[in-house]
């Protein structure tokens, strides 16, 4: 599946840039110098565009014809599969899309200081490369670099650089650690996805950003130091790295996106810094591990965020806070207890579902709305108490509450989901006479109910 997905981006890539090189062909001829096909670039200088010698190890020539050797061409010894090493000179400054792509037996390359560009997919899924050290001319590595160079165990990078490209090391199986050099400001989509062996990464101070799925299914990732200034946590960012038991979040972050700690199932400690305005959909979503979190007053928060952690057995809500996100903690199965802060007014859908260790909730007297399946099959739920005040009860709101004997509905209730109280075997609710309730309960033959006035 991932070869197809490479296959597809580089095909397109590379039918553009023949594209471009066969309109340039037209203005300039292919001359032939010993082993090497070329053409002469618009400088003055030449770009080699076929190597077709018999040797398995390749050495690029300074010159060809008096003309000096600047450029290799795009897929140039694209699955080349008797070729073992390679040395590229320093005359040499730009190394093409696709140039080595697919070598499967190149297991040395030697570059000289003077290239500057590495493009597009240069050499992916070269597997016999173990090791390789990038000059310190080198400024940028294209977009799919190195992808599936799965024996790829060491990269030297240049303190040169100033960008990488998306995916440029994804795939790379093997790569056990890496380090990155100042000056670069982002890192890209997927660069280290599928890196199973990388095993701890410190992130230098300028980057501000980590793209989506940057570190996805690094299952041996178990550190991670990030650094101040950082600012964004993209998309499935640290998915499924379940090695990785603690992380600091710099206090400059300010957006974590959706799923960006999803299955981590070893995470046990995380801290939200204060400033965290935006948390993504299922940003910790099924983190096994987790077991107490404290979350500041962020001004947008996603559904499911922490569903199923089930270990999380004590969470710290903001003061001021409106809203119970939909699906926030469901599936938190530890959870026993929480303290919802004055001012709340809502409680999400499936917010604390399937919460079986939770036994008591005090709502506060600003809720106005308990959503759909808010506390349905909490089984261990014994007391809650509604406030004055609240308007809604959504449908299956407290659906599979086994434990949860008595309920008082108050009079400002004037909707009740269907099935809001499916199932609950034990349950009695007082009501009032001639409330909503009153007459939702003529309904449900099943409920057991006594009046208010009666009760007392």
């Given at each position: 599946m991932k070869a197809n997905r490479f296959l597809i981006l580089m095909t397109a890539?590379?039918?553009l840039s023949a594209a471009a090189l066969?309109?340039?062909?037209?203005?300039?001829?292919?001359h032939?110098?010993?082993?090497?096909?070329?053409?002469?670039?618009?400088?003055?200088?030449?770009s080699i565009t076929r190597c077709f010698g018999p040797s398995k190890d390749l050495e690029i020539p300074t010159k060809l014809d008096g003309y000096k050797v600047t450029h290799l061409a795009d897929k140039l010894l694209y699955r080349n599969r008797f070729i073992t090493s390679v040395s590229i000179?320093?005359?040499?400054?730009?190394?093409?899309?696709?140039?080595?792509?697919?070598?499967?037996?190149?297991?040395?390359?030697?570059?000289?200081?003077?290239?500057?560009?590495?493009?597009?997919?240069?050499?992916?899924w070269c597997n016999a490369l173990e090791k390789i050290s990038l000059p310190k001319t080198v400024k940028n590595i294209g977009d799919l670099c190195f992808y599936g160079c799965e024996h790829l165990t060491s990269i030297s990078l240049p303190k040169s650089l100033d960008s990488i490209g998306e995916q440029a090391f994804a795939y790379c199986t093997r790569l056990e650690t890496l380090t990155l050099p100042k000056g670069l400001?982002?890192?890209?989509?997927?660069?280290?996805?599928?890196?199973?062996?990388?095993?701890?990464?410190?992130?230098p101070e300028g980057i501000t950003e980590i793209g989506e799925s940057a570190f996805g299914n690094c299952i041996s990732l178990s550190e991670v130091i990030l650094p101040d200034g950082l600012i964004t946590i993209g998309p499935d960012a640290f998915q499924n790295c379940r090695a990785l038991q603690r992380i600091v979040l710099p206090e400059s972050v300010q957006t974590v996106e959706k799923w960006a700690f999803s299955t981590c199932v070893s995470l046990k400690e995380i801290n939200l810094p204060k400033g965290l305005i935006r948390l993504g959909d299922c940003a910790f979503s099924s983190d096994m591990a987790l077991e107490s979190i404290t979350i500041p007053p962020v001004q947008e928060m996603g559904k499911g965020v922490f569903s199923g952690c089930g270990s999380l057995a004590q969470v710290i809500l903001?003061?001021?806070?409106?809203?119970?996100?939909?699906?926030?903690?469901?599936?938190?199965?530890?959870?026993k207890e929480i303290r919802l802060p004055e001012g709340l007014v809502r409680v999400g859908e499936h917010a604390f579902s399937g919460c079986e260790m939770l036994e008591s909730l005090h709502l506060p007297e600003s809720v106005k709305e308990i959503g759909e399946h808010a506390f349905s099959s909490c089984g261990n739920l014994k007391s809650v108490s509604l406030p004055d005040g609240l308007e809604t009860i959504g449908e299956s709101a407290f659906k599979m509450c086994f434990g949860l004997e008595q309920l008082s509905i108050p009079e400002s209730v004037s909707l009740i989901g269907d099935d809001a109280f499916a199932h609950a075997t034990r349950l009695e609710l007082t009501i009032i006479k001639g409330s909503f309730a009153d007459s939702y309960v003529q309904n449900q033959p099943r409920l057991r109910y006594v009046y208010q006035d009666e009760a007392q």
């Amino acid at each position: 599946m991932k070869a197809n997905r490479f296959l597809i981006l580089m095909t397109a890539i590379l039918i553009l840039s023949a594209a471009a090189l066969c309109a340039f062909a037209q203005e300039a001829p292919v001359h032939t110098s010993g082993y090497f096909d070329y053409i002469i670039l618009e400088d003055g200088t030449a770009s080699i565009t076929r190597c077709f010698g018999p040797s398995k190890d390749l050495e690029i020539p300074t010159k060809l014809d008096g003309y000096k050797v600047t450029h290799l061409a795009d897929k140039l010894l694209y699955r080349n599969r008797f070729i073992t090493s390679v040395s590229i000179p320093k005359t040499v400054t730009t190394i093409g899309e696709g140039a080595f792509a697919y070598c499967t037996s190149l297991e040395t390359v030697k570059l000289a200081n003077g290239v500057t560009e590495l493009k597009t997919g240069a050499f992916a899924w070269c597997n016999a490369l173990e090791k390789i050290s990038l000059p310190k001319t080198v400024k940028n590595i294209g977009d799919l670099c190195f992808y599936g160079c799965e024996h790829l165990t060491s990269i030297s990078l240049p303190k040169s650089l100033d960008s990488i490209g998306e995916q440029a090391f994804a795939y790379c199986t093997r790569l056990e650690t890496l380090t990155l050099p100042k000056g670069l400001s982002a890192i890209s989509e997927k660069l280290f996805y599928e890196c199973a062996a990388l095993h701890k990464i410190e992130l230098p101070e300028g980057i501000t950003e980590i793209g989506e799925s940057a570190f996805g299914n690094c299952i041996s990732l178990s550190e991670v130091i990030l650094p101040d200034g950082l600012i964004t946590i993209g998309p499935d960012a640290f998915q499924n790295c379940r090695a990785l038991q603690r992380i600091v979040l710099p206090e400059s972050v300010q957006t974590v996106e959706k799923w960006a700690f999803s299955t981590c199932v070893s995470l046990k400690e995380i801290n939200l810094p204060k400033g965290l305005i935006r948390l993504g959909d299922c940003a910790f979503s099924s983190d096994m591990a987790l077991e107490s979190i404290t979350i500041p007053p962020v001004q947008e928060m996603g559904k499911g965020v922490f569903s199923g952690c089930g270990s999380l057995a004590q969470v710290i809500l903001p003061e001021g806070l409106t809203a119970i996100w939909d699906g926030a903690f469901t599936g938190c199965r530890q959870l026993k207890e929480i303290r919802l802060p004055e001012g709340l007014v809502r409680v999400g859908e499936h917010a604390f579902s399937g919460c079986e260790m939770l036994e008591s909730l005090h709502l506060p007297e600003s809720v106005k709305e308990i959503g759909e399946h808010a506390f349905s099959s909490c089984g261990n739920l014994k007391s809650v108490s509604l406030p004055d005040g609240l308007e809604t009860i959504g449908e299956s709101a407290f659906k599979m509450c086994f434990g949860l004997e008595q309920l008082s509905i108050p009079e400002s209730v004037s909707l009740i989901g269907d099935d809001a109280f499916a199932h609950a075997t034990r349950l009695e609710l007082t009501i009032i006479k001639g409330s909503f309730a009153d007459s939702y309960v003529q309904n449900q033959p099943r409920l057991r109910y006594v009046y208010q006035d009666e009760a007392q």
